[in-house]
C-alpha cells in the first residue's frame, strides 16, 4: 500500500446546516478525534468514495480530502491554516462557535 | 421590474422616503419565494442534486461558505426604512446568531442561516419589500449609490431616481441574467465622489450640459480584484432620455465580446483595456446608433413617478445655527468631538447628516447586533424620518437629524456603542470578512483590523492624523477595497503561512487611483508596526493641510518605501 506524504481526513459541510464535518467511522463528526485518517493512498480512496456515496445520499456538500499531522494525544490535526480555521471556528468571535456535538444538528 | 400605480405616493399617511412597492412587484418577489421553497424542497428531498442547485441558490443570495451558509441581502443603493431594519434584526435573531454583517456593496450578510430556513427567511424580507435576488451570479448586481443622495450640500441631483430606475431596468433583464461575469453599476449625482464610481464596471455621474440639462458622465471599465482598473470615460454627456439605451448598448458589447473562456479575464475591464477606450467607445456608439429605441424609451412621467418616492421630507423651517447644538458641544467635549468626525451638513437648514459607525475600537468593521439594528431604526424615526442609508464604507448613515437633536442622538448611540467618532479616520476600516468566514479568503482579514484599531485608538491621535482610508483584503478578489485604501492590505498564503502585503497610494474618489505595492507581504503581527511607521513618516513630512495620499503624490514610492523599513517602535525589522 502506497501512503500518502500526509495523514489524511475528509471534510464536507453538512446539506442542511452547511456546518463543517468529518468523516467518521460510523458518519460524520465534529470532532477530529473521532475522524477517520487515511494513512496510505487506498484508504484516502476508500475515505472518497465513502464521501461522495454521502453526497449522492443528499447529506453532505463539498467533501474534500485534506492533509493532517498526528499530536501527541493521537488526534489529527489539519496542516493547513483554511482547515485549523473550518475547525476552530471564526476566530474573532468565539463566542459564537457552536460546540461538537451540536454541529450534527 | 416596473411599478404601475401612479397614485400609490400618496395613499400613505407617512413621509415617503424610499420606493415603495406596487402589486407587480410585490407578486414579482412573492413568486420568486415561492419558487425557491419549492427548489430547496426539492434539493432537500434529493430531486436536484448539488450542481443542479448550487446556481439556483446564488441567484437567490446563498452561498456556502467556511463554516456555514451565507445569505446575502440587496439594499438597493443603501437605503432602508426603520421597518426594514427592524425585520432584518428579527431575522438575525430568528434565524442566525444575533448580527448581520454591512458590506462594501452597500448589502448585508448572514453568516449563519440554514438552508431549510432560507426560504422563511425571503419570505420574511419580501414582507418588508426586500430580497436576495442578484446579490450573486453573473448578473447585474444591486446598484450603489452616495450615502448621502438627496442630502449633500453638493448634490447636483439625488443620484437615488436614477439607481431605482435602473434597479428596475436591471432586474431579471432577459438578456443579461447570463453576462460573462458579475457587473457592478454606481451612481453619484455629488461633486464630490463618495459611491467611488471609478472602481464600478459602469460608473455614473449625474452632470448637466451647456444649457443646464441633466445627463450622465459615463465610465466603464473600473474594478478591483485581481486585476484593478479605473474606469473610463466613454461619454461626457449621455441625456437623460438616452441613459437605458446607451447602457443596453454597453452590455451587449460586454455580452458579445466579454471573455467567457477565463473566469479571470471576464469583466468588462478586462475587455476594455485588451481592445482599448477608443475601440470600446467605437463599438458602444456603433450599438447605440442601431439599437431599436422603442423598448427603451424614455418614459418622463415614469421617471417623474419614481423619483416622487424620493421627494424631501417635510422639514420644518428652521435656522441654519442651532445655539442648542454650540452649547452642547461647549459643554461637552466628547460630544464635540463626534460632532466634528461623524456629522456632515445637510442641504436643508438646521438639519445634518450623521455617520453611525460601525467600526468601534477593536470591533468588527460593519458587524451591527441584532440590539443595534433596533436602536438604528428606532432613533431613524425619533431623529429623522424613518430613514437609513447603509454606505460602501460599512456604516449607516442617518440622513435628517436636525441639529438640535443631535447631542440627544448622541448619548442614544453612545449607550448602544454606536458613536464611535471616527468617521473617515484610521480606524474606519473598510474590511471584509476573509478567512474568518469566507470560503474564498487566503487569510484573515478582521483581526488585523482590530489590531491596527486598537493601536490607533487615541482620539486625539486618529484627528491628528486626519483623513486617511485604510482598507483590508482577505483575499485578491477584493472586497475589502485595499487597492483603493491610501494604506491598503491585502491579505494572502506565502509558504503556508497567513502574509500580508502593503499597498500605499489608492484613493477611491473622482481623483482614482490605484495603490502600489510598498514591499514583501509582513506578518499580521507586523502590520500595526509597519502602519505606525508610515503614520510617523506622513506626520513628520506633511505640509498643512495635506492628507496622507496627497503626501504620498508628493513624495513617492521611495520615500514612502525607505520609512517602512524604518526599524518600528515594536523592534521589527521589516
New interface residues.
Partial sequence: MAATKHPQILFA?M??????VLLGEAGWVGDPREAVVAHDVEAAAALERRGKEE?A??NV??VYLADVEIGADGAPAP????EK??LA?????PD?WVRREERLR | MTAHEPNLAARSNEPIISYRYDEHDRAFVRARVAEFREQVRR????ALT?DEFRPLRLMNGLY??????MLRVAIPYGGLTAKQMRRLAEIADRFD?GYGHFTTRQNLQYN?P???DVPDILEALAEVEMHAIQTSGNCIRNVTSDQFAGVAVDEIEDPRPTAEFLRQWSSLHPEFSFLPRKFKIAVTGAREDRAAISFHDIGLRIVEDANGARGYEVHVGGGLGRTPMVGKVVRDFVARADLLAYLEAILRVYNRFGRRDNKFKARIKILVHEIGVDEMKRLVEEEFAAIDRGPFAFDADEFARIAAFFAPPPYETLPGRSEALEAKKRENRDFAVFVSTNVAPHKASGYAIVTVSLKPIGG?PGDASSAQMRLLADVSERFGFGELRVTHTQNIVLPHVKQDDLFALWRELSAADLATSNAGLITDIICCPG???CALATA?S??VA?AISRRFQDPERQRLIGELGVKISGCINACGHHHIGAIGILGLEKK???SYQITLGGDPTFSASIGELLGPGVTAQEVPGVIENLIEFYLSQRREGERFIDLWRRLGHARFKEAWRREGEDGVDI
Fill in positions: 459541510s446539506l442542511r446546516g452547511g456546518q463543517t453526497v445520499r443528499n456538500v463539498d496542516l493547513h491554516y483554511r480555521r473550518r471556528g471564526p476566530s474573532v468571535r459564537l | 434539493r432537500l428531498e434529493g448539488e456556502l461558505q467556511l463554516h456555514a451558509y446568531k449563519w440554514k438552508l431549510e468588527i478567512l474568518d468566514y484573515r478582521i483581526p482590530q503556508g503561512q497567513e
